[in-house]
């Protein structure tokens, strides 16, 4: 059982950075495949990015690649995602999400089992 908490969210406007943290509770994070998803009023839950047990690989959706940063402290069990060149349609609440497996369908939701509640991000033109 892992337990998600997302910080960080907030209004920035266009051009702007964010810093986005999430927080995992229990001893077995390192064993958890990390993802974020976003997903804004009306729409989709929509891939972000993934990063695997030591970090060693990770995986970017292509509309945020060049902006976006993943990375992950398994010693403070917390996973982050930088944010710049935020753009008004990045807008979205954030999620974290958690998979104890590996696979080439890292970028659907389903694949994951725990999630946390999402922090928001605006982003003002």
């Known amino acids: 059982q892992v337990h998600l908490v997302e910080s960080g969210g907030g209004l920035v406007q266009a051009g702007g950075s964010l810093r986005l943290s999430c927080a995992a509770s229990g001893r077995t994070f390192s064993t958890y495949v990390m993802g974020w998803f976003r997903q804004a009023p009306g729409k989709e839950r929509e891939f972000v990015v993934a990063i695997t047990w030591t970090g060693g690989n990770t995986y970017y959706a292509d509309s945020v690649k060049g902006r976006f940063t993943i990375s992950r402290d398994n010693a403070k069990n917390a996973v982050y995602l930088q944010m710049n060149g935020l753009k008004p349609e990045d807008t979205a609440v954030y999620y974290c999400?958690?998979?104890?497996?590996?696979?080439?369908?890292?970028?659907?939701?389903?694949?994951?089992?725990?999630w946390g509640q999402g922090t928001q991000v605006t982003v003002s033109s």
């Open positions: 999400a958690a998979t104890p497996s590996f696979s080439s369908r890292l970028n659907q939701p389903s694949m994951y089992l725990y």
